[in-house]
């Protein structure tokens, strides 16, 4: 399979993109230049490699999420410019 230039008008129309006659002989050139390399990876013998998430062996760096210090209700509210009930008012956002 190969890109033509009706190939690149067609992706370039469907991302609101202009290109320039030469921009897009560019592109042409470039896109076949990416299918050859995929081409090239499909011979590739993968059959003994595990398949991986991510390249580096990551683990979770995130500590527990424990409450170590809180706000009662009156003074998380004790600043607030119009509380009601309980509960902190805003204006209306429509």
Same mark, same amino acid.
């Given at each position: 399979m190969s890109?033509?230039?009706k190939d690149v008008?067609?992706?370039a129309a469907l991302s609101h993109l202009r290109f320039?006659?030469?921009e897009r002989e560019q592109m042409v050139d470039q896109m076949n230049t990416i299918l050859t390399y995929m081409e090239k990876l499909k011979t590739l013998e993968t059959s003994d490699v595990p398949p991986t998430t991510h390249v580096l062996k990551l683990k979770?760096? /995130?500590r527990e999420?424990?409450?170590e210090e809180a706000l009662t209700q009156e003074e998380a509210l004790?600043?607030?410019p119009a509380p009601d009930k309980?509960? /902190?008012t805003v204006p209306k956002v429509l």
């Open positions: 890109v033509t230039l008008d067609y992706v320039s006659d030469e979770n760096v /995130f999420d424990v409450v004790q600043n607030a309980g509960h /902190f």
